[in-house]
Nanobody
Framework: QVQLVESGGGVVQAGDSLRLSCKAS????????MDWFRRLPGKEEREFVA?????????HYADSVKGRFTISRDNADNTVYLQMNNLKPDDTAIYYC????????WGQGTQVTVSS
């Protein structure tokens, strides 16, 4: 059974940093493109945040987080990370990781709340 478990969220102030973790089990994250998405308050759809490529670890970011967020992968620990710096209140959301190609195996998410 493939599972993704996100952690590392919390309540922080604007300008603070957080590092989110996405621990995979049942499938290696090595060799797969992995994504972070987020669901903003009051929104039903998740929005794309960042991706790390499956083979050469190329990264892509939403314009809203470019320069502030960094996605990375630890193959030995089978974990994907999202380092979030200079957080803004607009970053308040539930953050999810997933495999980029379906089946995505969405996790339950981790709440990030940024106060002004």
């Amino acid at each position: 059974q493939v599972q993704l478990v996100e952690s590392g969220g919390g309540v922080v102030q604007a300008g603070d940093s957080l590092r989110l973790s996405c621990k995979a089990s049942g499938r290696s994250v090595t060799g797969y493109s992995m994504d972070w998405f987020r669901r903003l308050p009051g929104k039903e759809e998740r929005e794309f945040v960042a991706q790390i490529g499956r083979s050469d670890d190329t990264t892509h970011y939403a314009d809203s987080v470019k320069g502030r967020f960094t996605i990375s992968r630890d193959n030995a620990d089978n974990t994907v990370y999202l380092q979030m710096n200079n957080l803004k209140p607009d970053d308040t959301a539930i953050y999810y990781c997933c495999f980029a190609i379906p089946p995505n195996f969405w996790g339950q998410g981790t709440q990030v709340t940024v106060s002004s």
